[in-house]
């Protein structure tokens, strides 16, 4: 039986799926290995079934009655609940979401989801790269745990994310050694390296979590230090 | 305790082109085989730390054999090379990218190709990595007081910087040569460097530093069949000449000393840091 | 009797909506509303006291699929605000960053709308036409990936013009993408007309969709802030537009109007206004004008590259100073229109957007109006909301 998935869009941009579908020629085969019974985007059910793994992207509206429902629903219905990119997974562009505009003034309040229910998996990134979200899937579809679990960490953390985590968390707890990934990395290029260390633009930074995701300074994952397979 | 990591072999071997070995650090094997894999069409970019003003380093994305030899030659401080990854592969428009790097860059370069989350269209496109040894780096003012404190050579007449025999030496443009015990360098050491266990970048297709073999030497590491593969066209080609490595106490087992005195003084470092409930960066 | 007929969610487009069709005996649509029920992010008031740097990149969120548009719009508003004039080859690259986000956007809509014209046993030809989606879009990400920085939420749109330029290297790619993209487009062309006039003849319904309200266009391929008369330019609330309260009220969008009517933005409108593609026919006559648009985007983007002057300053540093104005692009779903204003703190005063498809909305409902309501989300979907 074929691992059954869905794709719920909360407060989003649909860039996260957008990215799942710059896998280009390789989509077809993403999607052949799996039953996806629900994507309002691309497929026409309308209704969300019970999955095996429910995709979340967006962050939640608890000002707007039907977005709570829709995420008491994917809860329940979902086995793996993965918070999807940024917004879903650590708050990201929504954390600067603050209501009062037409014609919805009273829209004011977004949480990312892992604030509001309990996640398995929480993927930060604005959005996520393609290689990454097959990465998960893939590892969801092979139950490798190993891989999985700075998501699963990440998730339960239930933490916001901002540039100021490499400050507080690498270059503050003296680990800082400057390779640069983390400005290699952000989305909105606010990340310069001065001096061999990196210099966050705060008002360039929309609180994405790659950066600090990426520093292997805050977590370096066991299977990264392996020459496996070369 | 493992010192080097998992690797197929390792061999001594220097450039045979004199113009690579004049700029080079030690045997010219990360500008050598750079040079190679661009003028054969398997790396179309490679990221090196060119010198800027004042031997301040700048990464740099190299797509010629000069610009590669114009970045030859160690910067003993910070170049934060990984920052380029992702202009190499869009502005720059490379496929087939080389990255050279100290063990902890090639740990960054190694955790983006598997955790790529903010990599888009990126890690694909890392075709070689050269990692180079290293004992610990130094904070650019470090490296400063290093040379024009200890050593009194003034920062723009310097040509050359290099460990060696238990001493760091400094060559200027007037001819001379300064040098300072190690042990007096400490005290400027980038302390981030104090929790990594990686000497001999373990995680790099070939690996590389002048320990373990004679001078104008370097010991070369491949670990990978990638890394394997391109030593292997270049010595049949006649761009490295190689020896055995000296498998004795000057060749090997320096090598070995090193890379475990380095380990074992930083787990303990690991191991204070965890008793002070400070972070540390490898999760069990 | 006459009955009500909800269809939620609206299925295969961006955000979330639902159709509520009051609908004759006859099956005809007698009065349609579409509602966008996607909860209100508010990156109008989230600018405001925001730096100026700040606005393309958070406005660039509000679509993951035509989120460069915005990025042009809102630094092109910003621009225009303090009087910056952006380098030529800066202007250059970021027509083409645009060209190239329009080149994967139509072909993702053909991927949403595919189901509605190829049938459920043709699966071959639907696999191979979700292939060459993917190979054309391949191309028009690699655009946004090379020029703006990322494919998805370009960061080199920057106000003062392009973060960089590009490589020697980088423009030979794309020029051979391009040369790839052009055949590919062709291909896309023909496949859809033919599968679109196939569709109309079964229904039997050859100008479905037809309406018969004005279009709105600046540019073929850019945006041009003269082309459009902005007196003429009103957005008001729904309370004001829809007589149902309930609907009203339900409603996320506001409604742009031009000279006090809806108008149509887009490809049909874009190619109508400026060339002499057929206007007032059926709505599926945009599914084909996009796949036509493809070919102008691929030839314009060559021509860019061939004005492109690598080595030339793609950017100013912007000098703040108090004033307002407007931002013009052409998204792939129509005229896409910023309007900020800003201090000489570099911050921004006020901000406000007419998002592309918004013009679209009342038009959608004007489409489906007097067509049966089977083929409601079929005309929806050819506006690609
Ligand atoms: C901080 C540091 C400490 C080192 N410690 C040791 C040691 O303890 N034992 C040992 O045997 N070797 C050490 N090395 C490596 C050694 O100095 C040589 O770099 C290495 O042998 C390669 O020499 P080569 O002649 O093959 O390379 P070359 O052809 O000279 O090329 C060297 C390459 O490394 C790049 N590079 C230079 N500096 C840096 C930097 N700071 N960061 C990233 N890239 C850089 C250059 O751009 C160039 O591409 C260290 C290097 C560094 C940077
Ligand atoms: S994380 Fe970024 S890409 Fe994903 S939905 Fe949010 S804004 Fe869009
Ligand atoms: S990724 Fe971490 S270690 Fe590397 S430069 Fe950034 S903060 Fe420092
Ligand atoms: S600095 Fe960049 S990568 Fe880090 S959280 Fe902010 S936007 Fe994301």
Excluded at chain 1, 34 to 63: F, W
Excluded at chain 1, 145 to 160: D, H, N, T
Excluded at chain 3, 290 to 303: S, T
Excluded at chain 3, 317 to 327: H, L, Q, V
Aim: with cysteine; hydrophobic share 35%.
């Amino acid at each position: 039986m074929m691992v059954t998935v869905a794709h719920v869009q909360l407060s989003s941009c649909c860039g996260c799926l957008i990215s799942l579908s710059d896998t280009y020629e390789k989509l077809i085969d993403i999607l052949g290995s799996i039953d996806l019974v629900y994507c309002q985007t691309l497929a026409d059910a309308r209704e969300i079934p019970n999955a095996d793994v429910i995709l979340v992207e967006g962050a939640v509206c608890l000002d707007d009655h039907h977005t709570m429902e829709i995420v008491k629903e994917v809860r329940e219905k979902g086995k793996i609940l993965v918070a999807l990119g940024a917004c879903s997974a650590v708050g990201g562009i929504t954390r600067f979401c603050k209501g009062g505009q037409m014609p919805k003034p009273v829209q004011s309040s977004f949480s990312a989801l892992t604030e509001v229910v309990k996640c398995d998996l929480a993927i930060p990134g604005c959005p996520p790269s393609p290689e990454l979200i097959v990465n998960v899937i893939t590892a969801v579809l092979n139950g490798n745990m190993e891989y999985l679990r700075p998501f699963a960490k990440y998730a339960e953390s239930k933490r916001g994310a901002c540039g100021c985590d490499l400050i507080i968390n690498v270059i503050n707890k003296s680990l800082c050694m400057g390779c640069g990934v983390c400005a290699a990395s952000c989305p909105t290029r606010a990340i310069k390296m001065i001096e061999g260390r990196p210099l966050v633009s705060s008002e360039l930074c929309i609180k994405c979590g790659v950066c600090s995701f990426q520093c292997p300074r805050i977590e370096l994952p066991k299977g990264v230090c392996q020459l496996d397979g070369e | 305790m493992d010192p080097f990591g998992k690797y197929n072999s390792i061999i001594s071997a220097r450039a045979t082109d004199k113009r690579i070995l004049k700029k080079s650090q030690d045997g010219g094997i990360v500008s050598a085989t750079f040079i190679y894999g661009l003028e054969n069409n398997i790396l179309d970019g490679v990221i090196v730390a060119d010198r800027g003003e004042k031997f301040k380093p700048v990464p740099k994305v190299a797509t010629t054999p000069e610009e590669v030899i114009e970045a030859a030659g160690t910067k003993y401080t910070v170049c934060p090379n990984i920052s380029l990854l992702k202009s190499a592969v869009r502005e720059y428009g490379c496929d087939k990218i080389g990255v050279v790097g100290t063990p902890c860059q090639i740990i960054s370069t190694k955790k983006a190709i598997k955790y790529p989350v903010g990599l888009r269209h990126v890690t694909d496109k890392i075709a070689l990595t050269i990692g180079i040894f290293c004992m610990e780096n130094f904070p650019y003012n470090g490296m400063k007081t290093v040379v024009e404190e200890l050593c009194g050579a003034r920062l723009e007449d310097v040509v050359k910087t290099d460990i060696g025999k238990g001493k760091f030496w400094v060559y200027t443009k007037w001819g001379e040569t300064k040098s300072v015990k190690l042990k007096e360098t400490h005290p400027y050491e980038q302390i981030a460097c104090h929790v990594c266990t990686d000497y001999t970048a373990e995680l790099a297709d070939i690996s590389t530093g002048s320990v373990g073999s004679p001078d104008g030497w370097s010991s070369v590491f491949l670990r990978t069949k990638k890394g394997e593969e391109i030593i292997k066209k270049m010595i049949d080609g006649g761009y490295l000449e190689t020896k055995p490595i000296d498998e004795g106490k000057f060749g090997l087992g320096i090598l070995k000393k090193l890379a475990l005195t380095k380990k074992e003084k930083n787990i303990k470092e690991i191991e204070h840091r965890k008793e002070l409930g400070l972070p540390v960066p490898i999760i069990e | 009797m006459a009955k009500t007929i909800n269809i939620t969610p609206t299925t295969r487009h961006e955000g979330h909506g639902k159709l509520i069709l009051e609908v004759e005996d006859n099956d005809v649509v007698n009065k349609a509303y579409y509602i966008n029920t996607t909860p209100v992010r508010g990156f109008e008031t989230m600018l405001v006291g925001r730096p100026a740097e700040f606005a393309p990149i958070a406005v660039m969120r509000i679509c993951g699929i035509c989120q460069t548009t915005h990025g042009i719009a809102s630094c092109a508003a910003i621009e225009d605000a303090i009087g910056c004039e952006i380098p030529k080859d800066g202007r250059l690259l970021r027509e083409l960053v645009g060209l190239g986000n329009r080149m994967h956007s139509h072909p993702l809509h053909h991927l949403l709308t595919a189901d509605d014209f190829i049938k459920p046993e043709e699966k071959e030809l639907r696999v191979d036409v979700i292939k060459l989606i993917q190979r054309m879009r391949k191309v028009g990400q690699l655009i946004v990936d090379v020029v703006g920085g990322e494919g998805i939420h370009p960061p080199n749109i920057v106000i003062g013009g392009m973060r960089t330029n590009i490589s020697e290297r980088a423009k030979a790619k794309l020029y051979y993408a391009l040369k790839r993209y052009e055949k590919d487009a062709y291909l896309m062309y023909e496949a859809y007309t033919e599968l679109i006039e196939r569709y109309l003849e079964e229904i039997g319904i050859p100008d479905l969709g037809a309406h018969k309200y004005p279009y709105i266009a600046s540019h073929t391929t850019f945006g041009d802030k003269e082309d459009i008369k902005w007196d003429s330019v009103v957005e008001i609330p729904p309370q004001r537009y829809y007589k149902d309260k309930k609907i009203a009220e339900s409603t996320s969008v506001m409604i742009p109007l031009y000279g006090g009517v809806p108008v149509e933005g887009g490809p049909r409108a874009r190619m109508a206004k400026f060339g002499n593609f057929r206007i007032g026919g059926s709505a599926m006559d945009i599914n084909i004008a996009r796949a036509k648009e493809n070919l102008g985007a691929v030839y314009r983007a060559m021509e860019i590259l061939d004005e492109l002057d690598i080595n030339g300053k793609t950017k100013v540093t912007p000098e703040y100073k108090d004033g307002s104005g407007i931002g013009v692009h052409e998204a792939p779903r129509a005229t896409n229109v910023h309007f900020a204003e800003v201090g000489k703190d570099g911050k921004i005063k006020s901000y406000k957007i007419i998002a592309a498809s918004t013009w679209n909305f009342p038009i959608v409902e004007k489409a489906i109006e007097g067509y049966p309501h089977q083929h409601a989300e079929v005309i929806m979907r050819a506006y690609d909301i």
